[in-house]
Structures are given as C-alpha cells and as structure tokens.
C-alpha cells in the first residue's frame, strides 16, 4: 500500500492479484437484520472501490452474550448471509469474541487484475468527480439514537447503505477511470482530501451539486451532529477551503462520516455524463458530477 488505499493488493501471478480488506462496527440503526446487511454492503465497498471482485468472507463478530438475546445475533448473521449471497461472496468462516458491545462486520478476499487495479491517487486535472450515493447517513443514524429520525428517513437511509457498490464499480471499470475511492468514515471532503494528498492536483467542489439526504438538512440545523463529522473537520482543515456562501447545514454534510457510502471516481470529462448515463441504467439513480481536479492549488479542495 503506497499510499492510504481502500484495500490491501497481493500480487500472486502476472494476471492474478488478490484484494483484502476488513472493516466492522457496532449497530448504526434499531434492526439487527439490517444492520447485518449494512454492515457486509460496507465491507465489501474496499474492493469495489478498487475494481475487484469479492470471493469469500469470514465474519467477524463481537457479542455481549448474556446480556443481549441470542436471536438478534441470528437476525445479524441472517441479513449479513443475505447480502454476501446477492453479491455472489462465499462465507467460508469467522471468528466471534465476548464484547460488552455488539460489533459485526467482515474480512474479505477478492480478485483483480494486478494491472486493472484503480488506486485512489490516479486523478488528473481536467478529470470530472462522480459521487454515486447521497450523503447525510452520518446525520441521521445519530437522530436514530436521538429518537429524532422518521420512518421516512430511516427508510432511505437504510436503502442506500444496503445498496452495494458492485454496480457502481462495473459502470467505471466498462467506462475507464483514473482513479475511485468510497466514502465512508472521513466523510466526502476527508476522502476526497486522501485522493490528492501528495498528488500535484486541487479539486474544486460545487456544493449545490452534492446529492444528499434532504433530512439531513434540518437534522443537521438541530444539532444532530456526529462526533466524528468534527474530527473530520479538524483534520483535514488546512487543505480545505469552502466559500462563506455555502450554508452551514452543507458544510457538516459535506464532512459527514458516512456507512457503506458511495463511490466518488475521478475520471476524463469527455467520459464523465457516459458514465452518468450508465449508472442510472443500472439503478444508481442518485449519482452526480460533483466537480473537478484543477492543476491549481494542488493538495487543496475549494468549494462554492
Ligand atoms: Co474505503
Ligand atoms: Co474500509
């Protein structure tokens, strides 16, 4: 790993590399079924991201036996089985651990090209940004521990991060891109500062045409505001500028940590609307082109 990619790469042969990558976290809404299939969507993401292929999982879990009901475990392993079944990934075993806090999620071994890998850091000026899912997840799984979310909410959300990125990641491999990551934890502008750290290229964003969760907005106005959207902030503070006239309600979203979010590929601008059009033939009705790598103000993301 050269510099902080989504997932590990291990070449074997010329044409065959292997792709591994884990990830798990505690339950970010109420249904355990859900939350199984959240949580395998978003392992799986890594090696989207990367244009490889998923084979097999191993489950990774962390149950506070005695002190929470064994079928809501089987309801997690359940949704979790479900989702690695429409991905075509094969669960070939796993470990569980006593914890005082339910965590579930995978380590996954997929399969790539060595030569097709798509690294995070490929952008290059004049390349357009594609975000494939809204953003705001964040925002609204802390209103569900609020008791602040509605139905409706919770509804979306819940779509959206069971979605899995396979889609996505085949509309860019049959498209070509330079470079693709998932937006998960740091949130857009922390991954999208981790595209061109190091790079000698800038982003300029358009927040007006960022897709997000239009719960978020008023969710996020009342102060439903994860921890780590400030951490994100604070981190990546000195390679982000965004304008006074962008809302605030905008600017968390932007920095939202998000689960299982979508893919933002960097790609050539002639390109760009072909693979917009592809994606909504495949069902990736929210995708957008966000905005653009500049040669100017390299290492530095500004956004109107
Ligand atoms: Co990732
Ligand atoms: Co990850």
Partial sequence: MESAEDAGVYK??????IVLTVDFFTP????????????????????YAMGGNPLT????????????????????????????????????????VEDPELKYGLSVTGVIHPDKVIHNNGARAGDRLILTKPLGTGIISTAIKGGMADEEAINKIVISMTALNRESSEAMQEVGVHACTDITGFGLLGHAAEMIEGTDVGMEIDSTAVPFFPEAKGLAEAGMIPAGLHRNREF??????????????????????????GLLIALPHEKAWILLEKLQGKGVAEA???????AEHKGRIIIA
């Fill in 236 to 261: 990546r503070k000195k390679m982000v500028e965004i304008s006074d006239g962008v809302p605030q309600y905008l600017q968390d979203i932007l920095f939202d940590p998000q689960t299982s979010g």
């Fill in 12 to 17: 074997l042969t010329d044409d065959l590399a």
């Fill in 288 to 294: 957008a082109i966000i905005g653009e790598v500049v």
């Fill in 57 to 96: 999982a191993l489950n990774v879990v962390c149950f506070p036996q005695g002190m929470m009901d064994i079928s809501i475990l089987k309801e997690v392993l359940r949704g979790g089985l479900d989702k690695m079944r429409e991905a075509g990934v094969i669960l070939v075993g796993g470990h569980s």
């Fill in 28 to 47: 970010i809404v109420d249904d355990p079924y859900d939350f199984g299939r959240i949580a395998v969507a978003n392992s799986l993401s890594d090696v």
